[in-house]
């Protein structure tokens, strides 16, 4: 294969895994908002099985007892780490929480929205393989494409672990949040390298510089806000629990200070999108990529105040819980690949002289 079918090759598929980092995004939210994060206890495998059971008689026998054992015993693995790192205090509660040694009832549909998560994971993780191995046809041009490729990899590694233990501990609520952090940062790096392929060889552009500095403004807003979000989702988890899973209603109500907070930096991150927008307008023509990337950021932080609007005041159903985050997510992304193309745009032309 040609060094330049392989540039051609390495973009296409930098996209298509872009996109199934989103759809894992999305899953994650699904497994998370609707408690099947424990749909299969052991893993690679689901109850032993590649294709997991579709019912209760299918399952190993003493299955319960089993993965209790298997999740206790990661969980000691664990607290060993947090020894290291110096919380040992963490560690303790982590050992001592007898909470996990209750066995998860099996639910098929649970079983299989979990399963279909890591089908998806699994297929992002394949993905951003042969992303790696294209990259390395971009070496000569510039290197920085493959080493954040490969970097993207083991960083995808490390995330199937967070994930485990996300749902293994129902202690370490902060894991919630960095698990959602490293998750918008796979993403980056792989916007990164695909944007870095797709402006190969262009000249950077001439704009205002407060533009600049209002766009990574924005930015930086919209991770606070979804840093705020998992704190608040992290919050209603503990609330959950207090209450048993009953009261869903007084959940809310409940969370606390973070949830104002998340709420008031929503209304801050909405108005200096409205600025942003302004002076992209001013900057670019009306058909640009960049503008086409504020229209379509608007559109979702006006579909996520509606999903906000929904968990506030119709009990946190599900469907709202995963779509919030998926708005999220892509509002980032457009966000993040609007600032790119503000400094190397894939059409250089559409800028305003």
């Not at 209304?267 to 002076?279: D, E, Q, R, S």
């Not at 950021?297 to 506030?312: A, D, E, K, R």
Request: net charge positive; with cysteine.
């Amino acid at each position: 294969m040609s060094i330049f079918a392989s540039k051609i090759r390495f973009q296409k598929i930098n996209l298509i895994t872009i996109v199934l980092l989103f759809i894992v995004i999305l899953a994650g939210g699904v497994v998370r908002s609707t408690g099947s994060g424990m749909g299969c206890p052991d893993w690679p495998k689901c109850f032993g099985r590649y294709i997991p059971p579709v019912n209760a008689a299918d399952l190993p026998k003493d299955y319960k007892q089993k993965y209790v054992a298997g999740r206790l015993a990661k969980n000691q693995r664990f607290a060993k780490m947090l020894d290291v790192f110096g919380y040992g205090d963490l560690a303790r509660r982590i050992r001592e929480d007898r909470s996990i040694l209750i066995p998860e009832e099996f639910n098929a549909a649970k079983t299989w929205t979990e399963y279909v998560n890591r089908l998806l994971g699994a297929a992002s993780g394949i993905f951003l393989l042969l992303t790696a191995w294209f990259s390395f046809s971009y070496r000569g041009d510039n290197k920085l494409i493959p080493f954040l490729s490969v970097l993207n990899l083991l960083l995808v590694g490390l995330q199937g672990w967070l994930g485990s233990i996300v749902v293994s501990t129902n202690l370490v609520a902060w894991i919630v949040t960095v698990h959602m952090m490293l998750a918008l940062g796979i993403l980056a790096l792989s916007i990164v390298t695909y944007h870095l392929a797709k402006v190969s060889g262009k000249h950077k552009l001439n704009i205002n510089p407060i533009i600049h500095v209002v766009a990574l403004l924005t930015l930086i807003m919209t991770i606070l806000q979804i840093a705020f979000g998992t704190g608040v989702r992290e919050k209603i988890d503990e609330v959950a629990s207090r209450l048993q899973g009953g009261y869903r209603s007084d959940w809310i109500s409940n969370a606390g200070v973070v949830f104002f907070r998340h709420r008031d930096i929503a209304i801050f991150v909405l108005l200096i999108n409205v600025l942003l927008f302004a002076l992209i307008r001013r900057g670019f023509s009306r058909h640009s990529l960049q503008q086409q990337l504020m229209s379509f950021t608007f559109l979702m932080i006006m579909l996520q105040i509606v999903t906000g609007i929904l968990l506030s005041y119709w009990s946190l159903p599900p469907f709202a819980q995963a779509s919030h985050i998926i708005l999220a997510s892509l509002i980032f992304g457009a966000q993040f690949y609007l600032i790119l193309n503000l400094y190397r745009a894939v059409k250089a032309q559409e800028a305003h002289k």
